[in-house]
Structures are given as C-alpha cells and as structure tokens.
C-alpha cells in the first residue's frame, strides 16, 4: 500500500473559474503510478532509477501482472481517469497467485 498526496490543479482552476478543481483533482493512472513509484523510492533516489522503475512498473501494469487499487477501485487501463483528493491509496496486486517454496 501506498499513500501518494494529490497536487492541486492550479491551471485548471484558472482556466475554468471552477473552484471544484481545488477540491479533487482528475488524474490519470499512469500519473499515479509515476507518483508512487516516486513516493516508494523517496527524494534521494537516482533519477535514472526512477526512470528504470517507472518503465518496468507501466510494463507490468500493461502487460496484465498486477491489478491496481486505487481507494477502493479496481483499474487495469493506463489512460483511465479518476478524481483524487488530498491523498490517494494504491494497492498492487499480482494476478496470480505466489506459491511459497515448501
């Protein structure tokens, strides 16, 4: 599980007049999925890491390895659209099970 805050979409609320924008903000799962590899890694990690995870986390995600949960939601297409606010919580989870060595 992991918790990712959700920035504020000050162009939007700029270019619409629409305070609602300031309350939850669209974002794609494939943004959210940037932002959570981000927040796993933590501030001190390589960028070329970053871009190494990234790559191979959408790769996965488009390849059908692990589901995404995103606060109660299931998602399995990256350019689905979902409305955050404040903080959102991903949960990945494999498709199929892991069998533990016996």
Do not use: H, Y
Not at 9 to 17: E, M, S
Not at 24 to 40: K, N, Y
């Amino acid at each position: 599980m992991i918790r990712v805050r959700i920035p504020i979409d000050v162009g939007a609320i700029a270019t619409t007049g629409c305070s609602a924008f300031a309350l939850a903000t669209p974002l794609r799962i494939e943004t959210l999925i940037g932002l959570a590899v981000d927040e796993s890694l933590g501030p001190r990690a390589p960028k070329d890491k970053r871009e190494r995870t990234l790559r191979a986390t959408l790769a996965g995600f488009r390849a059908g390895t692990f589901l995404l949960d995103i606060d109660g939601r299931f998602f399995d297409r990256l350019d689905d659209t979902v409305m955050c606010a404040g903080t959102a919580t991903l949960r990945f989870f494999l498709r199929r099970g892991v069998r533990s060595p016996s």
